[in-house]
């Protein structure tokens, strides 16, 4: 059995998916995006600004299953444009301190246009 979770603290699905599920004692989040969940769209336009709300908004995520980032044991990231690798990572490493295990590739398109998306597994200790 899993459990969905639903949270308005972070931006809400825009498909038909689940913002996470729960599993077997393990977190799987959808990827985050930098839309900010009060306003309902992308407001940061450098991939700095966007990468502090998407953490904000795993974040709450992590927060709304009562884990917190060092929780997390894997991450997923995807760039729109692979230049924007050593400022994502500034942003990241505040975040992921603890250095999960991860991959991080450029993509053609993000949703919504976005420049960056994380999305993460984390376990519950």
Known sequence: MFKVTATDKAPAAIG???QAITANGMLFASGQIGIDPAQGKIVADTVEGQAEQV???VGELLKANGLS???VVRTTCYLSD???FAAFNEVYGKYFAHKPARSCV???????????EIEITAVYE
């Open 16 to 18: 038909p998916y689940s």
């Open 55 to 57: 953490c904000k908004n």
């Open 69 to 71: 980032y060092e929780n």
């Open 82 to 84: 692979i230049n924007n």
């Open 106 to 116: 450029a993509v053609k398109d993000i949703p919504a246009g976005a420049l960056c």
